[in-house]
Structures are given as structure tokens and as C-alpha cells.
């Protein structure tokens, strides 16, 4: 963020209602959290100048695409020196079916990814033709979701201080 700003009740059923539906008009939105339109308007670009909103974005059904298999990967690294790291994550960036990845620490590995593919096939394009590919990797443990149990993109709101 870019600076403290201080979230009051309104900001936080602001950030709930955008975060159920982010396509809602300002409109839609001032009536649901008890405000008049240019309040509410001025309230969200305040949330968004001050980088509580980062981004609206669409969320696109999976199948629809015709991706069905989506796979978590631990990946290690032989050395653990910037350089690598860093190298690493530039290019894991350029990988469309790359939908998540995090540097981990409490487990055997140093990345988490999650990737998202039509098939199996595709699956292990990505993994031997692109991802042991790059340097230092020196270990994929991967494993499959059967199903997802809790999607969302939502952040807990209950936390924000009053």
C-alpha cells in the first residue's frame, strides 16, 4: 500500500461486496452498502490510489477452457543463492499454465506451484520441456487436485482494525 490508510465500516463492506462481485456499477454498489453514488465512487478510488484495491480482474470457469487438471508442484533448487532464485522466478513468470507460485520455506522444497493444464499430456509437457529445465532445479515432487474443496479469492475481512 501506499500509505496507512484507515479502512472505516463503510471501506469494509465496500471491499466484501467488490470482492463478491467485482463487476458490480458503482451504483449497485452504493445501494448495497448504504451510501449515495459519488460517496461510494469517491471511496473506492480512495481504496484503489491507496492500494488496498489492487485490481479487479474476471474469474473464468475452468472447464470452459477446457482445463481439467491441476497439478501443485514442490520444486527444489540446488543452490540456494540469489542469483538462482532469482532467475528462476523470471522465468517460471513467463509460463501461461504457471497459476501460482510462492517461495516456501517448513517443507522440503523451495517453490510451490500450481499449474493448470487440459491433460496429462500437456502436464508433462510443461514439466519436462519447460520446468526441469531450468537451471538449478533440482527436484518436482508433484501432486494432483481431485477436487477443490475452497476456491476463492476473497481475503478474511474480520481482521481489519476499527
Known amino acids: 500500500m501506499k500509505n496507512n490508510y484507515s479502512i472505516d465500516r463503510f471501506d469494509t463492506k465496500i471491499l466484501r461486496e467488490l470482492q463478491n462481485d467485482g463487476a458490480l456499477t458503482n451504483q449497485q454498489l452504493a445501494e448495497r452498502v448504504g451510501l449515495t453514488a459519488a460517496p461510494c465512487s469517491r471511496r473506492v478510488k480512495n481504496l484503489e490510489e491507496s492500494g488496498v484495491i489492487k485490481s479487479r480482474v474476471v474469474r473464468i470457469e475452468e472447464q470452459a477452457l477446457s482445463l481439467s487438471l491441476f497439478a501443485i508442484l514442490h520444486i527444489s533448487m540446488d543452490k540456494h543463492i540469489?542469483?538462482?532464485?532469482a532467475e528462476f522466478e523470471r522465468i517460471i513468470s513467463t509460463f501461461e499454465e504457471v497459476i501460482e507460485c510462492y517461495l516456501i520455506t517448513g517443507h522440503d522444497a523451495d517453490y510451490q506451484l500450481k499449474i493448470a493444464v487440459p491433460d496429462m499430456d500437456s502436464y508433462h509437457d510443461i514439466l519436462l520441456g519447460k520446468i526441469t529445465r531450468i537451471k538449478g532445479v533440482s527436484g518436482v515432487k508433484s501432486?494432483?487436485?481431485?477436487?477443490?474443496?475452497?476456491?476463492?479469492t476473497a481475503l478474511p475481512l474480520?481482521?481489519?482494525s476499527r
Not at 82 to 85: A, D, G, I, L, V
Open 143 to 152: 501432486a494432483f487436485i481431485m477436487r477443490k474443496i475452497v476456491d476463492t
Open 158 to 160: 474480520k481482521y481489519i
Open 82 to 85: 540469489p542469483e538462482r532464485f
